[in-house]
């Protein structure tokens, strides 16, 4: 294959991920000049390493694990933090209680918040667990695509996405009950007037 047939057909593959790519990093970041960076890294890497794509895994997904890679190296970069997320047991009734058949708190709480809330939320969330749930619940990705992409086991992908999403719905539904005692308190200020 000649140099610019291999282009072209590198082009033809990649392309079409490239704003998914963007949005994949700027859910990482929340910056979108960091963001354009890593997608153009990621691509650099990408076509480096055109030779190793295999027909064993979709584009999309070999082109989020690059662009994990790209991400963690950059994190890493600029600061060397590799702490234990600790245990959470959550006291909170409402998660404890919730049937697993029907929507969890975990969807209920983030189908409730505003695109910023919920980002904001996934941003806090420790690393590990972060790139399990961006990956699994707003890429879209299966556990093994998810098991390739961070190179851990398929078990692993499913315990931090459980942790993941437990952690996530505790933080909005904190936020949500914040949010609702500061409007009980304007209410209330409101009546005294």
């Known amino acids: 294959m000649t140099l610019s ?72 970069k600029e600061k060397r933090r590799h702490q234990l997320a600790p245990v959470l047991t959550v006291e909170d009734k409402y998660l404890n209680e919730h049937p697993c058949s029907a929507p ?5 709480t983030v189908n409730q918040q505003t695109n910023d809330q919920l980002m904001t939320a996934v941003q806090n969330l420790p690393e590990e667990f972060r ?6 619940d707003l890429e879209g990705l299966s556990y093994l695509e998810v098991a390739y992409i961070l190179e851990i086991p398929k078990g692993t992908v499913m315990s931090r996405l459980s942790r993941g999403r437990r952690m ?16 009980i308190m304007s209410i209330d200020v409101r009546k005294k007037r």
Not at 104 to 108: A, D, L, Q, S, W
Not at 131 to 136: D, G, M, N, S, Y
Not at 171 to 177: C, G, V, Y
């Open 5 to 76: 047939s291999r282009q072209k057909h590198f082009q033809t593959l990649t392309h079409p991920w490239a704003g998914r790519l963007f949005g994949a990093a700027l859910r990482q970041t929340n910056d979108s000049h960091i963001a354009e960076d890593w997608v153009q890294e990621a691509l650099l890497r990408a076509w480096r390493d055109f030779s190793q794509l295999s027909e064993d895994i979709t584009v999309y997904a070999w082109l989020l694990k690059i662009l994990d890679h790209v991400a963690a190296d950059d994190v890493r």
């Open 104 to 108: 969890g708190p975990f969807e209920k």
């Open 131 to 136: 790139q399990a749930v961006l990956l699994r």
């Open 168 to 183: 996530l719905a505790s933080a909005l539904l904190e936020l949500e009950n914040k949010e609702k005692s500061a409007d």
